[in-house]
């Protein structure tokens, strides 16, 4: 069994920044691609960017030039730093991890969700 744990989340002013983290523990093997999502009531969930193995990295449109997506494979940890907040970014963010486990099975996990409040 593979557990997420979100941090990082919170109310910010307009322009300010937070930064998110994941760290995944459990029955990992390795981690392959890691990334961030976000979802507004009433509309679908939708990626905000992705870090593979290889630390390539693609981030939606809306975020690119502000939003910073990293890992540290030691720590089993995926971060993302979020400056120039904007009110469109309040959203609840999950993070996803893609884990092969020790017994070798390739599964997507799934954060709880950490609110992000963007303030104007």
């Known amino acids: 069994q593979v557990q997420l744990v979100e941090s990082g989340g919170g109310l910010v002013q307009s322009g300010g920044s937070l930064r998110l983290s994941c760290a995944a523990s459990g029955s990992i093997f390795s981690i392959n691609a890691m990334g961030w999502y976000r979802q507004v009531p009433g509309k679908q969930r939708e990626l905000v960017a992705r870090?593979?193995?290889?630390?390539?990295?693609d981030y939606a449109e809306s975020v690119k030039g502000r939003f910073t997506i990293s890992r540290d494979n030691a720590k089993n940890t995926v971060y993302l730093q979020m400056n120039s907040l904007n009110p469109e970014d309040t959203a609840v963010y999950y993070c996803?991890?893609?884990?092969?486990?020790?017994?070798?099975?390739?599964?997507?996990?799934w954060g709880q969700g950490s609110q992000v409040t963007v303030s104007p």
């Open positions: 996803n991890v893609w884990v092969l486990s020790i017994a070798r099975d390739l599964r997507s996990y």
């Open positions: 870090i593979s193995s290889g630390d390539s990295t």
